[in-house]
């Protein structure tokens, strides 16, 4: 009995430990503004329009033709004759 306590007791200081875990982290992280955040996502999207080059035109003219990530029709199925 004394073995199922001790058992309890640990998994309660483990849970704990890691409520403070957490709790430091969310301290950590910087609140943005709905504005910086809008801009942060622009300037990411930008860096990353310019790294993918032509690839990602040709990504997106495929989905927007109502193609499949396989080239056939919409969820991968084969395209009809």
């Known amino acids: 009995m004394r073995t199922w306590k001790i058992l309890g007791l640990a998994g309660l200081a483990g849970v704990a430990a890691t409520g403070v875990v957490v709790a430091r ?22 860096e990353g329009g310019r790294s993918a080059g032509a690839d990602a035109h040709t990504h997106a003219d495929a989905h927007a033709n109502g193609a499949g990530p396989r ?5 991968g199925r084969p395209a009809l004759p």
């Open 25 to 46: 982290r969310r301290r950590q992280q910087r609140r943005y503004t709905p504005d910086e955040l809008r801009e942060r996502l622009h300037q990411r999207l930008a």
């Open 71 to 75: 080239g056939g029709a919409p969820g």
